[in-house]
Nanobody
Framework: QVQLVESGGGLVQPGGSLGLSCAAS????????MGWYRQVPGKQRELVAV???????NYADSVKGSFTISRDNTMNTVNLQMNNMKPENTAVYYC??????????????WGQGTQVTVSS
């Protein structure tokens, strides 16, 4: 009923930039927090950045100053601009959102994941 579809990702050289985008669609009443997580093999999924419905943001310490999260409430999208990228940013990046499907019903939803590789 609710889908999060990511776009962007790919291969980038160290020091380069890359943008990710995620669009929510389906039975949506309202969207609360939206965010990006990442995971590398053998490790737990970790928070990269989160943005609430009034554009308040929070970042992992490792990406502060380099990554910027933003959202468009009219389009139900969340974006992640990644600058000055490092090899340790290599991971599968997942879009995440807390979504009300009705006034009372809500759930958390995940995108399918997109690979980001930082390598020369």
């Amino acid at each position: 009923q609710v889908q999060l579809v990511e776009s962007g990702g790919g291969l980038v050289q160290p020091g380069g930039s890359l943008g990710l985008s995620c669009a929510a669609s389906g039975s949506i009443f309202s969207i609360n927090n939206m965010g990006w997580y990442r995971q590398v093999p053998g490790k737990q999924r970790e928070l990269v950045a989160v943005i609430n419905s009034v554009a308040g943001t929070n970042y992992a310490d490792s990406v502060k100053g380099s990554f910027t999260i933003s959202r468009d409430n009219t389009m139900n999208t969340v974006n992640l601009q990644m600058n000055n990228m490092k090899p340790e940013n290599t991971a599968v990046y997942y879009c995440h959102a807390y979504i009300n499907t009705t006034l009372r019903d809500w759930g958390q939803f995940w995108g399918q994941g997109t690979q980001v590789t930082v390598s020369s």
